[in-house]
């Protein structure tokens, strides 16, 4: 410290780094995909190359000449292996500042090498803990120590050694050593190690959640490491850059196996939509299709086919549908691609098209379409929203596919045909940005009621959706129909404007001060009421 008070510069850090001839490497990894032709290129250039345990055994079987870490270190490896590159003299060749007088008068007096470059990856922690017959002693035995140990020097001293963590980063690193005669610059070094404190980031944080998911669902410390997985072509407004980022060792995500097989790239507000559409597909049964715009569903139908389920959902609010997400969960065959192609669709994801029905559809350059072969939908996992400074954290809302668990508050038992209809109301309910008014008939929506401060405007909204999608046939798909509501209803009013439209079933939650009076207005009209018993806010 200087005498103001102020911290004095390290003048040995003060010039900038350059380029770092790579002599010696460590090589000491658990994915030993590329291995041996990256030590062949090593030394090729004349590297000396050390190792340790099973790398050594098959660097040598490859005919590759290696020094064992004992011979660097002075000392064997102890414990089963637990113990080999934890040595003073192994971190001091990787930590120390090689222009500092201090730090090179003790390498000299204690006859340390240093190290110029490691290669390290650890062991398969993830991956044993994924499975479901790992024993918690396996788990335990694949946290790696030494491994994060020396990525973490490296990469700290990367004025003086390059840290290589990655399979995929070998190419590249052998062809900056071949164009610039074994030296790699200060740029890479950087990127290197920003690369490897990302890497044991990730590593650190799948073992904490792994210890932490036994104590409490929602743990003290929740952390997880994101990825990006893709570059979208913008934000919610083409001004944002947006990426996509996805949890690192995370079974599924949005675009898990799908696979895009034409149009421009996804934008932030795509990906959003898509969410919102393949959750809702996933708690569809039979033959399915979801429309989704601005993140709300604009039509959802169950068919006898996928074709029939594309046409029932378009009815419903084909004005909305236009520039949407479309998501079926049936492959496409010609005559539904023919149809798709008769109107804008901004992207389409289905599980596969048949015949000509991808020639059909990519006669339209502006369409995104996407092949999806994981139909399932997330379980177990929490849902994470961003408000500012933190995270605001859930279980997934997960609603019943039968109707288990609802009651009759008036009116008579539902018909067969009923409870199919009050079933997928309540299930695309949940889907709707609340306040939340769905009307189906024949499991189909024809009437979408979303966003209102007002529960009964939702009503009102749905039932004029209704007549603009149906104009004079409003009245007849409005007649007999099911109208569910994702909270309670707090006054008579809004199912008394649904009943006066046509509706015969209502289905809500329940729990409201009014439910007599409520329950009351649909006794007088005839109609039944039906409480679930949770409601299904989505905001």
């Given at each position: 410290?200087?005498?103001?008070?102020?911290?004095?510069?390290?003048?040995?850090?003060?010039?900038?780094?350059?380029?770092?001839?790579?002599?010696?490497?460590?090589?000491?990894?658990?994915?030993?995909?590329?291995?041996?032709?990256?030590?062949?290129?090593?030394?090729?250039?004349?590297?000396?190359?050390?190792?340790?345990?099973?790398?050594?055994?098959?660097?040598?079987e490859?005919?590759?000449?290696?020094?064992?870490?004992?011979?660097?270190?002075?000392?064997?490896?102890?414990?089963?292996?637990?113990?080999?590159?934890?040595?003073?003299?192994?971190?001091?060749?990787?930590?120390?500042?090689?222009?500092?007088?201090?730090?090179?008068?003790?390498?000299?007096?204690?006859?340390?090498?240093?190290?110029?470059?490691?290669?390290?990856?650890?062991?398969?922690?993830?991956?044993?803990?994924?499975?479901?017959?790992?024993?918690?002693?396996?788990?335990?035995?694949?946290?790696?120590?030494?491994g994060?140990?020396?990525?973490?020097?490296?990469?700290k001293?990367?004025?003086?050694?390059?840290?290589?963590?990655?399979?995929?980063?070998?190419?590249?690193?052998?062809?900056?050593?071949?164009?610039?005669?074994?030296?790699l610059?200060?740029?890479?070094?950087?990127?290197?190690?920003?690369?490897?404190?990302?890497?044991?980031?990730?590593?650190?944080?799948?073992?904490?959640?792994?210890?932490?998911?036994?104590?409490?669902?929602?743990?003290?410390?929740?952390?997880?490491?994101?990825?990006?997985?893709?570059d979208?072509?913008?934000?919610?407004?083409?001004?944002?850059?947006?990426?996509?980022?996805?949890?690192?060792?995370?079974?599924?995500?949005?675009?898990?196996?799908?696979s895009?097989?034409?149009?421009?790239?996804?934008?932030?507000?795509?990906?959003?939509?898509?969410?919102?559409?393949?959750?809702?597909?996933?708690?569809?049964?039979?033959?399915?299709?979801?429309?989704?715009?601005?993140?709300?569903?604009?039509?959802?139908?169950?068919?006898?086919?996928?074709?029939?389920?594309?046409?029932?959902?378009?009815?419903?609010?084909?004005?909305?549908?236009?520039?949407?997400v479309?998501?079926?969960?049936?492959?496409?065959?010609?005559?539904?691609?023919?149809?798709?192609?008769?109107?804008?669709?901004?992207?389409?994801?289905?599980?596969?098209?048949?015949?000509?029905?991808?020639?059909?559809?990519?006669?339209?350059?502006?369409?995104?379409?996407?092949?999806?072969?994981?139909q399932?939908?997330?379980?177990?996992?929490?849902?994470?929203?961003?408000?500012?400074?933190?995270?605001?954290?859930q279980e997934?809302?997960?609603?019943?596919?039968?109707?288990?668990?609802m009651?009759?508050?008036?009116?008579?038992?539902?018909?067969?045909?009923?409870?199919?209809?009050?079933?997928?109301?309540?299930?695309?309910?949940?889907?709707?940005?609340?306040?939340?008014?769905?009307?189906?008939?024949?499991?189909?929506?024809?009437?979408?009621?979303?966003?209102?401060?007002?529960?009964?405007?939702?009503?009102?909204l749905?039932?004029?959706?209704?007549?603009?999608?149906?104009?004079?046939?409003?009245?007849a798909?409005?007649?007999?129909?099911?109208?569910?509501?994702?909270?309670?209803?707090?006054?008579?009013?809004?199912?008394?404007?649904?009943?006066?439209?046509?509706?015969?079933v209502?289905?809500?939650?329940?729990?409201?001060?009014?439910d007599?009076?409520?329950?009351?207005?649909?006794?007088?009209?005839?109609?039944?009421?039906?409480?679930?018993?949770?409601?299904?806010?989505?905001?």
């Amino acid at each position: 410290m200087s005498g103001d008070g102020t911290i004095a510069a390290n003048p040995v850090l003060e010039t900038e780094p350059g380029p770092l001839k790579i002599r010696r490497a460590l090589l000491s990894v658990s994915d030993k995909s590329g291995l041996a032709d990256f030590a062949v290129g090593l030394q090729r250039l004349g590297v000396e190359i050390v190792s340790t345990g099973g790398t050594a055994r098959e660097l040598t079987e490859a005919g590759i000449d290696v020094r064992s870490v004992e011979d660097l270190t002075g000392a064997p490896e102890i414990l089963g292996g637990r113990v080999k590159t934890l040595h003073p003299r192994l971190h001091a060749g990787l930590l120390a500042v090689r222009e500092d007088p201090e730090h090179a008068q003790t390498l000299e007096s204690e006859g340390i090498e240093t190290i110029d470059l490691v290669c390290t990856n650890l062991y398969p922690f993830e991956r044993t803990a994924s499975r479901m017959d790992a024993s918690d002693a396996e788990v335990i035995e694949n946290i790696d120590i030494g491994g994060p140990t020396m990525i973490r020097a490296a990469a700290k001293n990367h004025r003086y050694v390059a840290v290589v963590v990655k399979p995929e980063s070998y190419d590249a690193i052998l062809a900056e050593l071949e164009e610039s005669g074994g030296e790699l610059s200060a740029g890479t070094r950087h990127w290197l190690a920003n690369e490897a404190f990302a890497y044991t980031a990730r590593y650190d944080a799948a073992i904490s959640r792994w210890f932490g998911a036994r104590y409490e669902e929602f743990p003290q410390h929740l952390t997880f490491s994101m990825e990006k997985f893709l570059d979208l072509s913008y934000g919610e407004n083409p001004h944002q850059r947006a990426a996509l980022y996805t949890q690192a060792g995370g079974r599924t995500h949005i675009l898990s196996r799908v696979s895009k097989r034409h149009g421009k790239d996804l934008s932030f507000n795509n990906v959003l939509d898509l969410d919102s559409a393949r959750n809702l597909l996933s708690d569809l049964e039979g033959p399915a299709c979801v429309i989704v715009k601005h993140n709300n569903p604009c039509g959802a139908a169950e068919g006898a086919s996928a074709l029939e389920a594309y046409e029932k959902a378009l009815a419903c609010d084909p004005l909305s549908a236009y520039g949407g997400v479309i998501a079926l969960n049936r492959p496409i065959d010609e005559a539904l691609a023919e149809r798709l192609h008769q109107n804008f669709v901004e992207v389409l994801i289905a599980p596969g098209y048949e015949g000509r029905a991808m020639e059909i559809l990519q006669q339209k350059q502006a369409i995104r379409i996407l092949e999806d072969t994981e139909q399932r939908g997330e379980e177990g996992a929490l849902e994470v929203k961003r408000v500012r400074g933190g995270l605001l954290v859930q279980e997934i809302d997960a609603v019943a596919h039968d109707h288990g668990g609802m009651t009759v508050e008036a009116g008579d038992e539902p018909s067969e045909e009923e409870w199919a209809d009050i079933s997928f109301a309540w299930k695309v309910c949940k889907h709707v940005r609340s306040n939340a008014i769905v009307m189906v008939k024949d499991r189909a929506t024809v009437g979408i009621g979303a966003g209102q401060m007002s529960r009964v405007d939702s009503v009102r909204l749905a039932i004029e959706k209704c007549h603009n999608a149906f104009g004079d046939g409003a009245e007849a798909k409005l007649r007999g129909s099911v109208v569910a509501s994702d909270a309670f209803f707090p006054f008579a009013d809004g199912p008394q404007a649904a009943i006066e439209a046509g509706a015969t079933v209502v289905v809500q939650p329940g729990g409201s001060k009014r439910d007599d009076e409520v329950i009351e207005a649909c006794r007088e009209a005839g109609v039944t009421m039906i409480f679930t018993g949770r409601r299904h806010f989505r905001h």
